[in-house]
Structure formats: C-alpha cells, structure tokens
C-alpha cells in the first residue's frame, strides 16, 4: 500500500480552497454588472418614459394636474409654482426634491415645507407658513422717511400684510428692517413676555417699544389719556398697576406730562423734556 502524502494532500485542499472562492467571486461580479445594468435600464426608463413627466399646470396658478399644493393660505402662489416651473414636461424621477424644498423656504411667508412624488407623474407639495403674533411699525431707513407697517413672527421673520386680512394682534414698535431675524425675535419675546405678566391690563397697552429691550416703553391709556410709560425689564404688572393706581394724582400735579419713567418702585419720574 502507496503512503499517503500529507503535504499534497494540504496543497489540494487550499487549490480548492482557492477555486472555489474565486469562483464565487466571479460570480458576485457577474451579478454586479447584471444588477447595475438592470438599475441602469430601470432609470433610463424612469427618465425617458412620458408616462413619468410632470404634466403641465392648469390656467388656475394653484395646483395643477401634476402638483398639488396643500397648507396655503398667504404664500403667493405664483412663487410657490415658479418654484417647479423647469420641471414641467419632465420625469418627476429627475426632480431635485432637497432644492426644491430650499427654494420653498425662501418663499414669503413659508416656514417650513416638504416635496414628495407621487408616482407615476406628481408632486405633492407640503407648505407651513409662518404664525404672525404682533403687527411691526418698522423704523424707516431714511431720516424723515415714512414708517412701514408689517407683520412679524416669533422668529423676528417680517411678514407682508396680506390684502384683506383681519389680525387681532398686539403693536411692536422699535423694530428695523436691516436688523437681524435674531435682534428682532428677541425684542418679540420680551413684548410678548410683558403683555404675557400684565395679564387683563394688556388691554390698555395700545403698543410697546422694543428698541431697547433692556427698557420697554409701552403706550397706555389712562383715563381719557394716552401716554407713553417706561417699564424697564421687570416687574411689569406690578409698575403697571401702580402708576394707573396713582394716575388720578399725577394728572392733577402734571396735567401736560405724557412721559413717564415707572422704574424705580417708589416713585414715577416725569420725563416730558428729558432726552429719550
């Protein structure tokens, strides 16, 4: 009987070793090429089939046979739509869905936004607008100039006043257009904090002047009167509430004063003549 040879034994197992793994490797790559051109087919297909375009829009500037639009009430429509205008009569497979979004949010009014395909040929078309919570009486740019009337979000984002609208909102004065969204939202936060502690007595504040958020000055009626009060950055109510307890005496002791400074707690400061 012939000895067995173990070192050819040991050198035909790793030959089958080796065939068989570079077989399967063959294999693998056969069915990647298969698997990409079968991807490469489906996509041409999804790029050229007319089935898959974007039909063109109706007269109706609002959604159109292949987009719907949902959540618009003051966002122009016609800069939402201008938005898809390059896509009509081509694959919605094509649509860049991430800068159609981004150009949505640089629409007025449009807080946040989403844009999906409905498949075979639409797109869907999510939009949030923005909240207004004060109108804004901008300080104009030029010395002289007239002021210019807004709306403003709690993000200090300003808001045309859409036609026809009816907002029962406080009045933020103080405010530039050429401030940041960031210095204008925080001068919001700390009116809608005031009006917020004032409580029932916010209905005798007919505006309030962020310009210095260290020191709001709101305009209040008292009496028959509308004068101009300064509330500093705290205790709001409880100013508040003593000046309108005392104003019966300071009109008589000043009955031409409509400035006053109501932050020192004992006492209320006529301002009439004192630069602002």
Same mark, same amino acid.
């Given at each position: 009987?012939?000895?067995?040879?173990?070192?050819?034994?040991?050198?035909?197992?790793?030959?089958?070793?080796?065939?068989?793994?570079?077989?399967?490797?063959?294999?693998?790559?056969a069915?990647?090429?298969?698997?990409?051109?079968?991807?490469?087919?489906?996509?041409?297909?999804?790029?050229?089939?007319?089935?898959?375009a974007?039909?063109?829009?109706?007269?109706?500037?609002?959604?159109?046979?292949?987009?719907?639009?949902?959540?618009?009430?003051?966002?122009?429509?016609? *800069? %939402?739509? +201008?938005?898809?205008?390059?896509?009509?009569? !081509?694959?919605?497979?094509r =649509? $860049?869905? #991430?800068?159609?979004?981004?150009?949505?949010?640089?629409?007025?009014?449009v807080?946040?936004?989403?844009?999906?395909?409905?498949?075979?040929?639409?797109?869907?078309? *999510? %939009?949030? +607008?923005r909240?207004?919570?004060?109108?804004? !009486?901008?300080?104009?740019r =030029? $010395?002289? #100039?007239?002021?210019?009337?807004?709306?403003?979000?709690?993000?200090?984002?300003?808001?045309?006043?859409?036609?026809?609208?009816?907002?029962?909102?406080?009045?933020?004065t103080?405010?530039?257009?050429?401030?940041?969204?960031?210095? !204008?939202?925080?001068?919001?936060?700390?009116?809608?904090?005031?009006?917020?502690?004032?409580?029932?007595?916010?209905?005798?504040?007919?505006?309030?002047?962020?310009?210095?958020?260290n020191?709001?000055?709101?305009?209040?009626?008292?009496?028959?009167?509308?004068?101009?009060v300064?509330?500093?950055?705290?205790?709001?109510?409880?100013?508040?509430?003593?000046?309108?307890?005392?104003?019966p005496?300071?009109?008589?002791?000043?009955?031409?004063?409509?400035?006053?400074?109501?932050?020192?707690?004992?006492?209320?400061?006529?301002?009439?003549?004192?630069?602002?």
């Amino acid at each position: 009987m012939a000895k067995r040879d173990p070192g050819a034994e040991s050198r035909g197992a790793r030959l089958r070793a080796v065939l068989k793994l570079l077989v399967s490797t063959l294999a693998a790559a056969a069915s990647l090429v298969a698997g990409h051109a079968l991807y490469r087919g489906v996509e041409r297909q999804l790029v050229e089939d007319t089935r898959f375009a974007l039909r063109p829009l109706e007269e109706d500037p609002g959604s159109g046979p292949g987009l719907h639009i949902e959540g618009l009430r003051h966002a122009p429509r016609e *800069r %939402i739509v +201008e938005v898809f205008a390059e896509d009509i009569g !081509r694959s919605v497979y094509r =649509v $860049p869905l #991430a800068e159609r979004r981004r150009r949505l949010l640089e629409v007025d009014w449009v807080r946040e936004a989403s844009v999906a395909r409905v498949w075979p040929n639409r797109l869907k078309v *999510r %939009i949030e +607008e923005r909240e207004p919570v004060a109108f804004v !009486r901008l300080e104009p740019r =030029v $010395p002289g #100039a007239l002021s210019h009337a807004a709306l403003i979000d709690a993000d200090g984002v300003l808001l045309e006043i859409p036609p026809g609208s009816a907002y029962d909102l406080p009045v933020i004065t103080g405010l530039r257009e050429d401030q940041p969204p960031e210095a !204008r939202a925080l001068r919001v936060r700390k009116m809608q904090r005031l009006l917020e502690e004032v409580g029932e007595l916010r209905e005798r504040i007919s505006e309030v002047n962020a310009e210095n958020p260290n020191n709001l000055r709101a305009r209040v009626q008292a009496g028959g009167s509308l004068v101009e009060v300064w509330l500093g950055r705290e205790r709001y109510q409880a100013r508040l509430s003593r000046f309108l307890q005392y104003w019966p005496e300071v009109r008589r002791r000043y009955p031409e004063a409509s400035r006053f400074d109501l932050r020192l707690d004992d006492r209320i400061t006529v301002l009439d003549g004192v630069h602002r």
